[in-house]
């Protein structure tokens, strides 16, 4: 069975509505209603991708692992797809039987000595062109904004502040996350928070999710690559946990930053 039949039936087994889902799990309804329908082909970072899908399954109560498994069949299957698409788009016609090959071989030849063959191909391939520099202009933007408009030298997190406070955790090999230290932030507010930032340290570039005037009982899931900082205008009122982890309380009152990462010892393992 195809993932996105999967989650569907899932999802209707619990008996919640797509919107339903997108308020529990605060991932975008769109998001949600293109992965039920097997299209994941939505320009988000791929490691966002597996992240959302891992946190979708998670709340389905499917298997995670089986999921992201499922998904990778699912990428690589859609990739051959588009390649096959590509090229039998400029793929040269088969002459029909009983035509007449000389006739072929000299129509369209010009002063340059251009056949009719690569005529008909030009214009096929200057589209696949254009529509390949299109994805990687827009792919760009997209790992560049993150999610939302903020600009990194605007940002009160700073990687070589020594008031940072590095909040390291030893962990297992079984709860390291799933491809190459992929992991879920999940963050809570217990009371207001004028502006929280996260950045995700591990991605490259380094992705920002900016939240303002967060109010207490406010919750969101955030998936990282192995390590992240956040500032916070009220470190009092934030709680964190990592990978479904003991929920965490961070030191200290007003605005400050915090970062978390897991010991050098466990890394090494």
Known sequence: ??????LEEARNRKGISLREASESTKIRGDYLSSFESGQFDINLPEVYLRGFVRLYARFLDL??????T???LELGNESNR???KSLGSIAPQEVPDG???QNLQTVGTGRHGETGTFESIRKPLLVVGTLFALTVVILIAVALLGNGD???ENLPIQADDPEVQNIEETVTKEDQGFDNGLRTLR???VGAIERLIVSDEGSDPKIYHEFKNVQSGWTNDLPFTKSFRCYSSSLENIRFAVDDGIEKQVAGNGSGNFSWSPTPNEIAE
């Open 1 to 6: 069975m195809a993932i996105g039949k999967k």
């Open 70 to 72: 499922d998904l990778e």
């Open 150 to 152: 903020t600009d990194e």
């Open 99 to 101: 035509s007449d090959v």
């Open 63 to 68: 298997d995670q692992d089986a999921t992201l």
């Open 82 to 84: 588009n390649m096959r």
């Open 187 to 189: 963050l809570k507010a």
